[in-house]
């Protein structure tokens, strides 16, 4: 009776086992999270949203950060060196981006969100008389701000995440269309804000010229005193054509942006007679709640711009 009970104790420790190491199996055999790192707080957000817990993402320009001036520490270097992967807006933005991954030593993969988006041709920089940076070329690499190119995006950020995790690719792909989806709907939505705004009433003054696809995309004509660059101030000439302009096309809408220093603005607004209309995000997201997100990015921007452009 003895042996009876003894075997059967230790099946019974012996069932628990097998039940203990079968729930302990997936656990132990999941990969851990990507390591990503982006480039600038916008890329950072789409990687975030398409890869989920799949990944972890560092971003090294973060919200309210200038990309143009933004300068690499060491500590970039690192976190560079121990990614897995590295996503890069691409189209010049990041003039630095190439020496930094140099000198971090890292050899992975560094995928171009904007890969197969149109770029937009911009005006020759020198005739705005400041030539901030002849590694760009003639090309506008703000295109995450029409929504269409972000599409574009998120398609390049899921097909290099299923390629890095492809036992992940069911997850990634669900999440990658579900976004897809919400951008389809707010691009509907920016349309719909701008078409209560006449025509003629379409046009304001930013900072830079960071809202050349959101103007061509969205029926909106912008002037700027600085060109795709916030590098080098606007020069006194560039201030006083575009204030001349502002008053013969009777712009009156005049807006700051988060990525940049306001008192040119707020000068051109006065001596222009115009009137500042808020605060629009450009090359960054906030550090608050306003515009924390990509879409809300755009909620706002469009919100704001609405607003601004019917008192003019």
């Known amino acids: ?61 973060g919200p309210d950060g200038d990309a143009h001036v933004f300068e690499p520490r060491p500590v970039d270097a690192r976190r560079v060196a121990q ?14 981006m190439a020496r930094l991954v140099t000198s971090s030593g890292y050899r992975g993969k560094v995928i171009t ?13 020198h005739e705005h008389g400041h030539d901030h940076d002849h590694d760009h070329g003639n090309l506008d690499p703000h295109a995450w701000q029409d929504l269409a190119n972000g599409i574009i995006y998120v398609e390049n ?38 078409a209560r705004v006449p025509a003629e009433k379409r046009r304001i003054i930013t900072s830079h010229d960071a ?19 916030t ?38 607004a006065r001596e222009g007679g115009g009137v500042v209309g808020g605060r629009l995000y450009s090359d960054a997201l906030s550090s608050n709640n306003e515009a924390n997100t990509y879409l809300k990015m755009f909620q706002h921007n469009a919100s704001t711009l609405a607003s601004a452009m019917l008192k003019q």
């Open 157 to 194: 950020i899921r097909a290099a995440l299923v390629a890095a995790r492809p036992e992940q690719a069911e997850a990634i792909n669900a999440r990658a269309a579900r976004y897809s989806a919400q951008l389809r709907e707010m691009d509907a939505f920016v349309r719909n804000t701008l």
């Open 231 to 268: 590098e080098s101030e606007a020069s006194a000439s560039d201030v006083a054509a575009l204030i001349r302009q502002m008053k013969a096309k009777q712009v009156r809408a005049v807006f700051v942006e988060n990525v940049s220093n306001p008192r040119m603005i707020e000068r051109i």
């Open 83 to 96: 990614a897995d992967l590295v996503f890069v807006n691409g189209l010049n933005f990041e003039g630095w």
């Open 1 to 61: 009776m003895r042996t009876a009970l003894t075997a059967r104790l230790l099946g019974a420790l012996s069932l628990t086992l097998v039940l203990i190491l079968s729930c302990a199996l997936p656990a132990q055999a999941a990969q851990p999270p990507l390591q990503v790192v982006s480039s600038f707080s916008i890329l950072g957000d789409l990687v975030k949203q398409v890869g989920g817990d799949a990944v972890v993402v560092s971003t090294l320009v």
């Open 211 to 229: 809202f050349g696809y959101f103007g061509a995309a969205y029926g909106v004509e912008l002037l700027s005193p600085q060109g795709r660059s």
């Open 113 to 125: 969100a904007s890969q197969g988006v149109k770029p937009r041709q911009m005006k020759d920089e």
